[in-house]
T-cell receptor, first 114, second 116 residues
Framework: EAQVTQNPRYLITVTGKKLTVTCSQN?????MSWYRQDPGLGLRQIYY???????DKGDVPEGYKVSRKEKRNFPLILESPSPNQTSLYFC?????????????FGPGTRLTVL | AQSVTQPDIHITVSEGASLELRCNYS??????LFWYVQSPGQGLQLLLK??????LVQGIKGFEAEFKRSQSSFNLRKPSVHWSDAAEYFC??????????????FGTGTQLKVEL
């Protein structure tokens, strides 16, 4: 089944404790992206990747890192989480052509930083 | 910068009633336009999309949307709402960047409640 998976689905952590949220897709998509969803703000893009070893900042990259060593994986790293990073995070992927390509979303990771 | 406005934060309708969710965008050219639905505890599911051509597009679950260039709007409609339609709905635009990829800009969402 074609899908985007994220782990963990739920995470409660404390300020400053490094964490990684994994994202994996099995559709051989070049483009992957991370969003955060906050009440009243909708979804905002954090980082995106056009292909292996190619990443760039989205609209709200501060406090986050990403890497793209393999095509299928795009982990989101919080080196020193803070309470303002408490949010619902979504990973998404699509083909990377100039015509439209549907973006597939993962199920989300709910992160709480105490 | 491009933006998407969903003016209604919450909407409540009775089951069987018609529904219209509003979406306006601000962008220099006509972008690709989307509506997504997020059921409680779920990810986002694509309802429908508009690229070009017929301005009335049909989607899944009986939804449709109409693109109006003069109003920069892409409103979502359903003739008869079902209780299972209760969810949060997001309008999104893709500016069609050169080089490929999808940079979606989302509206703030409209929470739909359905009264039985």
């Amino acid at each position: 089944e074609a899908q985007v998976t994220q782990n963990p689905r739920y995470l409660i952590t404390v300020t400053g404790k490094k964490l990684t949220v994994t994202c994996s897709q099995n559709m051989n998509h070049e483009y992957m992206s991370w969003y955060r969803q906050d009440p009243g703000l909708g979804l905002r893009q954090i980082y995106y990747s056009m292909n292996v070893e190619v990443t760039d900042k989205g609209d709200v990259p501060e406090g986050y890192k990403v890497s793209r060593k393999e095509k299928r994986n795009f982990p989101l790293i919080l080196e020193s989480p803070s309470p303002n990073q408490t949010s619902l995070y979504f990973c998404a992927s699509s083909l990377a052509r100039e015509t439209y390509n549907e973006q597939f979303f993962g199920p989300g990771t709910r992160l709480t930083v105490l | 910068a491009q933006s998407v406005t969903q003016p209604d934060i919450h909407i409540t309708v009775s089951e069987g009633a018609s529904l219209e969710l509003r979406c306006n965008y601000s962008y220099g050219a006509t972008p690709y336009l989307f509506w997504y639905v997020q059921s409680p505890g779920q990810g986002l599911q694509l309802l429908l999309k508009y690229f070009s051509g017929d301005t009335l597009v049909q989607g899944i679950k009986g939804f449709e949307a109409e693109f109006k260039r003069s109003q920069s709007s892409f409103n979502l409609r359903k003739p008869s709402v079902h209780w299972s339609d209760a969810a949060e709905y997001f309008c999104a635009v893709d500016p069609i960047l050169t080089g490929g990829g999808n940079k979606l800009t989302f509206g703030t969402g409209t929470q739909l409640k359905v009264e039985l």
